[in-house]
C-alpha cells in the first residue's frame, strides 16, 4: 500500500525510498515485530480467559508435557495477523504472487483455526477431522498452484527446475499441478507435525524465510538471476517483503513462545506458516529446494511416516515416539537441549539451500 506513495515522488526524496524493495522489506519486519510485542499480551489474555483449561495434552505424550496444561493454542492469530498487516501496509499490492500468498496464509490459518477451535472445545487432542483437514488444503493447493502458474514465464510454467545443473528443466506439463499441490500441501503439515516444543517449529520456519526472501530477490532480478545461472521469475522479489513480515511476526511470537510458553501457535500458525513456505517454493521455482532447507520439518514428517507404516506392518515401533522429537524427549534430552540443536540443524540445511543460488 505504501508504494503508491512513490507517485509524490520526484526521485531523490524520502517518498523514492518506498520504491526499494529492500526498504520495504525493512519496514515490513518492523511492522510485524512491533505488532507482535503490542498485540502479544491482550491475545493472550483474551485466549486464557474465552479457552480455559487450553489446549488438551495428549494423555500418551512425553511426562514433562502434562506441567503445560492450560497453556492456551491459537497463537498462530498473532503471526498471521502480524504477517498480513506488514504485507498489505509494505508490498506491492499489484503483484499477483503476493496475493496468491496472503490467499494461501490465511486459508491454511482458518483450516488450523477450525482444528483448534474443535480441539479446545471437545478438550480432546482429536479436532477436525484428518481428511476434511487434507481435502480443503488440497483445495486451496490446486487454486495456489494454478494461479502461480499462470504467472510463471511461457519458458518456466509447469517445469521442475532443479537446482545445481541451471540447464536443467524437466518438463512436467499438468502434472506439475498435482506436485505443486504436494508440496504446499507437504509443507504446512510438516511444519505442524514439527510443532510440539516450546519455539521448536517457529525458529526453523523463519530461517527457511529468510533464506527464501534471499532466493525471491535474485530469482525476482533477472540481472542477478542470469549473473548466477538461476532461472528468473519476474515479479517474485516482492515476495521478499511478505518474508521480511514473516520473520517479523514470527520474532513477535517467539517473546511470548520461548520456553516456558504462554501460548502456542496451534494449528493456526503451523498449517499457515508451513503452507507459506511452500507457496514461496512453487512461486520461486524451487520446490526441490525448499525440501533442502525445511530438512528438518521433511525428516519430522519421514519420522511419523515411518513410525505409522512400520507398526503397522511389524506391530513394532522404530522410534520411542514420533515425531522424532519426542523421540528424544523419551531418551531424556531436555527440551532446551532439543530445541536448539534442531534450530542448528535448520541453520546449516539453509545454508546448504542458499549455496544453491552459487553452484552452477
Not at 496464509?105 to 482444528?115: E, K, M, P
Not at 520474532?251 to 513462545?257: C, D, P
Not at 532447507?293 to 519430522?300: D, K, N, S
Not at 511419523?304 to 511389524?314: H, S
Request: glycine share 12%; charged share 10%; net charge positive.
Amino acid at each position: 500500500m505504501l508504494f503508491w506513495l512513490t507517485a509524490f515522488s520526484e526521485g531523490g526524496d524520502v517518498f523514492n525510498l518506498f520504491r526499494y524493495i529492500t526498504f520495504r522489506a525493512g519496514g515490513a519486519f518492523f511492522t510485524a515485530l512491533f505488532f507482535g510485542f503490542y498485540f502479544g499480551p491482550p491475545l493472550i489474555n483474551a485466549l486464557r480467559r474465552t479457552q480455559g483449561k487450553g489446549q488438551p495434552i495428549r494423555s500418551d505424550g512425553p511426562e514433562g508435557h502434562f506441567v503445560k496444561a492450560g497453556t492456551p493454542t491459537m497463537g498462530g492469530l498473532l503471526i498471521v495477523g502480524a504477517l498480513l498487516t506488514a504485507t498489505l501496509l509494505w508490498a506491492r499490492l499489484d503483484n499477483a504472487f503476493v496475493w496468491m500468498l496472503l490467499f494461501v496464509t490465511l486459508s491454511f490459518a482458518l483450516i488450523g483455526f477450525a482444528d483448534d477451535y474443535a480441539k479446545v472445545r471437545r478438550q480432546s487432542s482429536s479436532g477436525v477431522s484428518g481428511k476434511v483437514r487434507l481435502g480443503l488444503g488440497f483445495l486451496v493447493a490446486l487454486i495456489a498452484s494454478v494461479w502461480a502458474s499462470a504467472y510463471h514465464p511461457e519458458e518456466l510454467a509447469l517445469q521442475l527446475a532443479v537446482p545445481v545443473f541451471k540447464d536443467v528443466l524437466f518438463n512436467l506439463s499438468w502434472f506439475f499441478i498435482p506436485f505443486a499441490m504436494v508440496v504446499i500441501v507437504g509443507a504446512a503439515n510438516a511444519v505442524n507435525l514439527t510443532d510440539g516444543l516450546d519455539g521448536l517449529a517457529i525458529m526453523p520456519v523463519m530461517i527457511a524465510a529468510g533464506t527464501f526472501g534471499v532466493i525471491t530477490y535474485v530469482v525476482g532480478s533477472s540481472s542477478i538471476a542470469n549473473d548466477l545461472g538461476v532461472h528468473a521469475v519476474p515479479g517474485t522479489a516482492e515476495i521478499m517483503v511478505f518474508c521480511a513480515g514473516l520473520i517479523g511476526g514470527g520474532l513477535g511470537f517467539l517473546w511470548y513462545n520461548a520456553p516456558p510458553a504462554a501460548v502456542f501457535m496451534g494449528d493456526t500458525g503451523s498449517l499457515a506458516l508451513g503452507g507459506a513456505l511452500g507457496a514461496i517454493a512453487v512461486a520461486t521455482k524451487h520446490e526441490i529446494v525448499l525440501a533442502v532447507v525445511g530438512g528438518l520439518f521433511v525428516v519430522e514428517a519421514l519420522s511419523v511416516i515411518i513410525q505409522v507404516a512400520y507398526f503397522k506392518r511389524t506391530g513394532k515401533r522404530v522410534f520411542l515416539m514420533a515425531p522424532i522429537h519426542h523421540h528424544y524427549e523419551k531418551k531424556g534430552w531436555a527440551e532446551a537441549q532439543i530445541v536448539i540443536r534442531f534450530w542448528i540443524i535448520a541453520l546449516v540445511l539453509a545454508m546448504i539451500g542458499l549455496a544453491t543460488l552459487k553452484v552452477r
